[in-house]
């Protein structure tokens, strides 16, 4: 793995559109699915980053500290990959030849990790926020209940439709490994945030608070992220088997460009598994 982690692949990229493609929605159906999560996604942020500073004792304070939240910065990351996906998957619809086949290799591969991102971290917010963080009394404020559900709950089900619609194929193994890293990072951002603002983010990192028990919580969630990671992988090879394999169900195409139709070889070519960034 630690030998491939830096190599984009030289096999043909994507060769039957797996990502702008899906066994159930026509192109443009897939297209309008993945626009409007995206539209959903930043109107969302936007709203939220309005509302704090307009109702906030603190004015702007808490819309200034977002980044400092793996939340906040899951959600602007979703919001970006279904933005890049819709776009990708208009432009197959409307030529048949996706704006991604025409980027350069490393932003290909990019598309792809970014992909893996999408399908693991949200379920990980989900998970920490309702099962670690979340008070257990329901929100009071129509709109704390519908942010949180937004950020903390919808997530997955935008997570979930990625693993389940489209074509993609199983992530390669070496995303593991950038999951993890960008976990790592995000943890040395948590003690920059307290170095800089004054605060953790959230309370189990704080070593004052939990003591040894960071390092539990810490090495918990890396744990979890590859748990995650192996329940997406095994959620696309059964969708992929359940669909193609028993069903027949090899995918929806543009009527231009290059397609490929249910009786021609799907697999000719290594479309994303061998791909990494």
Known sequence: MAGQAFRFGTDRWDPTHRFETSWLLSPWLLFLCRALICLY???TIIFVLAWQCAHAITGCTASQAQFSYFTSLTYWGIGFYFLAASMHTF???????PLLDRLPRPLQALHSALYSTIIV???IVTIVYWGLLFSGSWFTEVF?????????????????FEL?????????AVHMAWLILVLALYLALAYVTKASKGFYPYDFLDPDKQGALVAAYVFGI???????FGFAWGAIWLRKYVT????????????????????????????????TA
């Open 41 to 43: 996604v930043f109107t």
């Open 91 to 97: 432009t197959y619809a409307r030529s048949g030849v």
């Open 121 to 123: 971290y949200p379920f």
């Open 144 to 160: 704390a209940g519908w942010s949180n559900i937004s950020q903390h709950g919808l997530n997955s089900a935008f997570a979930l």
């Open 164 to 172: 389940v619609v489209p074509r993609t194929d199983m992530p390669p």
């Open 222 to 228: 890396a744990v979890g992220c590859i748990i995650v």
């Open 244 to 275: 193609e394999t028993k069903l027949g169900k090899h995918g929806k195409f543009a009527n231009k460009g290059h397609g490929y139709g249910a009786g021609e070889d799907m697999e000719m070519a290594k479309p994303q598994g061998s791909t």
